[in-house]
């Protein structure tokens, strides 16, 4: 390929000159005259639509490469959700009342019917789950009334959760429970008043619950009792639980 120029053109090469020449390496391309704007027109035109043209391709991989990355960021990201689910069964605090560990077991803790995993119909459903419109860890309802002699079905919605009721926040008398870590566990409500319940491996995030069974006749000294329960999170869940009992 050759580019020959006029000499008396040669001390006149202006802009134009420079980027008709730097585009020529195309094969086949060869130019008439730097100053002739007709040919100048149409190698940008060609220019243009090359880049264009490229623009367009390259638009279209990275598009079908990103989708691709999109759907395994996805299936990647589901994974490592279930695999931290997993792990939430293992405790992470405890609670404490006046400075002494919190039992959460009672000479008087209730037998579970095993023929509850069979999903036994009872009378109210509360169900165990990792969120909620409350926040995270939750029982839903948060706040269950009952009449005395119902049954209630705690039900793992979400793994890593189990149902107890807590010594010194329920009626005198009454039946306690402690539920084992991801099965169902059936109660039979048996005295009137205020009962406080908690997931144990995540009471220290208030993952607590009430029931009402009849007449609230022992709210007040449930509250004053709750009030000596530290939470790391969600402090003030209880206290909203029981204040909207009426």
């Known amino acids: 390929m050759r580019i020959i120029f006029n000499s008396k053109h040669n001390s006149h090469i202006d802009l134009r000159t ?32 090359a880049l264009v043209a490229f623009s367009v391709i390259i ?9 691709d990355l999109y759907v395994h960021y996805e299936q990647v990201k589901e994974a490592r959700e279930q695999e931290q689910i997993d792990k939430r ?9 006046a400075g002494q560990e919190l039992d959460t077991t009672s000479s008087e803790t209730a037998v579970v019917d095993k023929s509850a995993e069979i999903s036994v119909a009872a009378d109210h459903e509360v169900k165990m789950l990792n969120g909620g ?8 309802p948060a706040v269950l009334n009952v009449s005395v002699g119902q049954t209630v079905k705690f039900i793992p919605t979400n793994p890593g959760h189990n149902s107890a009721s807590i010594k010194g926040l329920i009626p005198e008398g009454s039946t306690s429970w402690s539920g084992d870590l991801n099965k ?8 009137e ?37 530290q939470f790391v999170m969600n402090k003030e869940r209880l206290s909203k639980y029981l204040n909207s009992i009426k």
């Open 18 to 49: 420079g980027i008709i020449c730097s585009f020529f390496l195309i094969e086949g391309v060869r130019p008439v005259s730097p100053h002739n704007d007709a040919a100048f027109l149409r190698m940008f035109i060609f220019i243009i639509g």
């Open 59 to 67: 638009a279209f991989i990275a598009n079908s490469v990103s989708s």
């Open 89 to 97: 069964i293992a405790p992470i605090g405890e609670v404490k009342i």
């Open 133 to 140: 419109s409350d926040g995270a860890m939750v029982f839903s």
């Open 193 to 229: 008043g205020v009962y406080v319940y908690q997931c144990s491996p995540h009471v220290s995030m208030a993952m607590v619950g009430v029931i009402v069974a009849g007449s609230p006749t022992n709210l007040e000294s449930i509250k004053k009792e709750s009030d000596k329960m």
């Open 184 to 191: 169902e566990i059936i109660v039979t409500i048996d005295k």
